[in-house]
């Protein structure tokens, strides 16, 4: 440490008088002040100076009007178990590519709202709120239609938060004010920072209810802010379609998400109902209108990987993938 500076892997701090903390990229010129307030945050262990900033790098990273900073950490690598039959599927797993994550959330005098269980530490001047998010009915409509929590947990302060970690995956999406929100399949809300408002979406037709596989309701996200959505293929494999009057079929479960602009429905593959037994694709979901539907292509290979069969069930011919649209389940081997 020279002139009051200390250096944390590439990264410069600076506490002025006033106790604030400014850093720079090393070998820079400007300064940024710290608005999480909490510095470097530096932790000795074993008599080495160690940052927790260096365990992980910052996959994706958002920042909220009222100045909520949203981040996706990712660990390069996770450095073994006391248990042994842990460190080989530790071993396995990081062979396979697949790595830790969480979600840290940095607060400057604002609020994020978390799903219940999501937290996992947080450190400063914080304050944990539970309510029932606008009211009894409002609590249980959200509950029981959209599959979302009764009770609504929002952090308030500044500092430091990190969710729960997972191998699974995130990504973070901005809602920007009216008309442009979200509808997403249920359970893929993690966290929001703004003003957003989480609610449940009816679907719009009777056969989208009963043949579209979605249910009869999913989750609506509205308002202004970032939501922190977790996605059961990671955010690469997604394909995002623009509709501009056109439409989209797709034959199966794996739309993620549209924009509320989208109408959203079940048609025959055929004009004709002969058309569509022999066409052998018989019910598809059809998305319209203007805005974006964005698709998971993969979601399916990871079920059927899962699956009791596992690898053996891409023997079968790929024309029984099991994938259709029909009496709104799927019908995965």
């Given at each position: ?245 056109d439409k989209l079929f797709v034959d199966g479960n ?80």
């Amino acid at each position: 440490m020279a002139d009051g500076i200390r250096l944390v892997g590439n990264i410069e701090w600076w506490q002025s008088d006033d106790g604030s903390w400014y850093f720079r990229q090393s070998g820079t010129e400007q300064w940024t002040v710290d608005s999480s307030g909490t510095g470097p945050q530096i932790a000795a262990i074993e008599g080495s100076m160690v940052d927790p900033g260096e365990l992980f790098t910052v996959i994706e990273s958002a920042t909220a009007t009222d100045g909520t900073k949203v981040e996706i950490v990712e660990y390069s690598e996770l450095l073994g178990s006391s248990d042994v039959r842990t460190s080989e599927a530790l071993y396995y797993t990081t062979r396979a590519g697949s790595k830790l994550k969480m979600v840290r959330i940095q607060l400057n005098n604002s609020k994020v709202r978390v799903e219940p269980g999501a937290l996992y530490f947080m450190k400063g001047q914080l304050e944990m709120k539970v309510s029932t998010g606008g009211g009894l009915f409002k609590g249980m409509k959200r509950k029981m239609l959209s599959g979302e929590t009764f009770f609504v947990n929002e952090i308030h302060g500044s500092g430091e938060i990190y969710l729960e970690p997972s191998f699974g995956h995130f990504f973070l999406q901005n809602i920007m004010g009216p008309g442009r929100g979200i509808i997403c399949d249920k359970g893929m809300f993690f966290a929001g920072a703004g003003q957003l408002n989480i609610s449940a979406k009816m679907q719009g037709t009777i056969s989208s209810t009963l043949f579209g596989g979605e249910g009869l309701f999913q989750s609506h996200i509205t308002g202004s802010g970032i939501a922190v959505l977790y996605s059961p293929v990671p955010k690469q494999e997604i394909v995002k379609y623009t509709l501009n009057g056109d439409k989209l079929f797709v034959d199966g479960n794996f739309a993620l998400l549209r924009h509320e602009s989208i109408t959203f429905k079940v048609e025959k593959s055929s004009k004709r109902l002969i058309g569509s037994l022999v066409s052998g694709e018989g019910l598809l979901q059809t998305f319209s209108g203007q805005g974006e539907v964005w698709i998971a292509p993969t979601q399916g290979v990871y079920e059927k990987l899962t699956s009791s069969r596992g690898m053996a069930s891409f023997a079968d011919n790929p024309t029984s993938s099991g994938t259709k649209v029909r009496s709104g389940l799927r019908r995965r081997k």
